[in-house]
DNA sequence: CGCAACGTTGAAAATCGTCAATCGACGTGG
DNA sequence: CCACGTCGATTGACGATTTTCAACGTTGCG
């Protein structure tokens, strides 16, 4: 009887995982540690060698500017890699934050590199992850460069829903999200009072409802044809391993 | 009598290098071809498995959105890497476009790969330029989303400053920059009309003059301290491999 | 109960974009 | 050589978007 990680869900949508290595997998999870929400499991310019994999609750990845403004980079939803950059060894510059308790396995850098030497194609679904997301950060810089405030809301929500389906947390009817509007703000490069009217002008139109801790698609064809989501730069379903 | 390329400083910042390892990136200079000025060298969502290594010239990478808009995603110089997603091998969703006529050296996914498992040091150092990229679109998406647009173009050109010195292209008076108000605009998520708002105030406020492809800078220490610009996301100077 | 955090709303102000016009530099065709 | 068109830079006026400030409601929790 195994119980199937995020992780695992994941990295099983791009290649199909053998015993053996949905067993290293489960081994990475042993190191169990949980966090309290708000408090920073890794502060801006700490520097660490090992990483977490998230195994439940969310977290945001930032950065802080001197003026005390906050920018969000990432949402980490469970499954996701944090705190390892991706190739190299060097310090963070980011900090993170749990939104939620959450509960992550610690990995040794060392560890998982042994693992990646006597599992490639693990190692390369890993790359896989980590490839996209940089596309991720790319599409988000693409998002609060060139859309504006609603349409930014609306493919915030629509690419959530792309990640959470992927590892079985939500569908195109909806998903649970403990993310504040104050943290939509910091994500978006938005101010908290216009992330509310943006909401508010979301739900009046029809599109989605986003209340209390819950996203709900009321029209998911014409949110994505609002927001111009085209979800190509998450479909990397690449060179896919049997 | 050797020519040192500008890939060759760059990773020559970060380790030094043999003379063995000069040669192979020396041979990665061989199939050398130019592209003019505006005619993409990539397109946006073309597969494409092997990278260039622009020698000559500037570039840039970007997305375009279906209303027509476009970010820049990053610019490209002299020893930068282009079009190599940096482990996976996927389909690219970044379209290049040659800002000046370039010169660029091919490089074939293949042999790369070749060239890295013969020179692991090499391929660290490789890796180390492609995390220093990925903390620049990090830092590029907390600009977007957290400086105003005056203080973005002042980081703009002190993040420009670093990347250029590091291949002996800039000193901390000025540097050669090509680049039009436009492309300006695209890569800093604003209007070309205001981009020269903000130029002729930086320029008023004797911080840095940009006219006629020229950055000069009148008051580094005082625009470093405008634009909160601090380098540390650019400084991996990591596991210096001797 | 009372506090704290989050959500909601309105009004005013700042920032930034759009439109429109002008100017200079440059290259091309006549 | 000159006329012309294009591209980029520049500026002003106006308008749209977004922020800030302020106030109030709601909820959960010690």
Chains 1, 2 share one sequence.
Request: hydrophobic share 45%; with cysteine.
């Amino acid at each position: 009887m195994r119980s199937i990680s995020p992780l695992a869900i994941k990295l099983g949508a791009f290649a199909a995982l053998s015993c053996n290595e949905l067993n290293v997998l489960d081994r990475l999870h042993q190191r169990r540690r949980t966090f309290v929400s708000g408090k920073d499991l890794l502060h801006q310019g700490q520097s660490r060698s090992n990483a977490y994999v998230l195994a439940k609750g969310w977290a945001v990845s930032y950065k802080l500017l001197a003026d005390g403004s906050r920018q969000i980079v990432n949402i980490k939803v469970p499954g996701d890699i944090m705190g390892m950059r991706s190739n190299s060894l060097r310090v963070s510059d980011l900090g993170i934050e749990p939104v939620t308790d959450i509960e992550v396995s610690e990995v040794l850098a060392l560890d998982l590199l042994e693992d990646f030497r006597e599992n490639p194609r693990l190692a390369t679904a890993v790359q896989w992850a980590a490839s996209r997301d940089n596309a991720m950060v790319v599409e988000h810089l693409v998002s609060i460069g060139r859309r504006d405030a609603t349409r930014r809301v609306a493919h915030f929500f629509l690419e959530l829903e792309a990640r959470l389906r992927l590892v079985g947390l939500g569908t195109s009817s909806g998903y649970f999200c403990p993310l504040t509007q104050y943290i939509l703000a910091d994500a978006l490069g938005l101010s908290a009072v216009h992330v509310n009217r943006c909401l508010r002008k979301l739900r009046q139109d029809g599109l989605v409802t986003f209340r209390g801790e819950s996203v709900v698609f009321d029209d998911h064809d014409g949110l994505v044809e609002f927001a111009q989501f085209d979800p190509a730069y998450l479909d990397h379903t690449g060179p896919l391993l049997h």
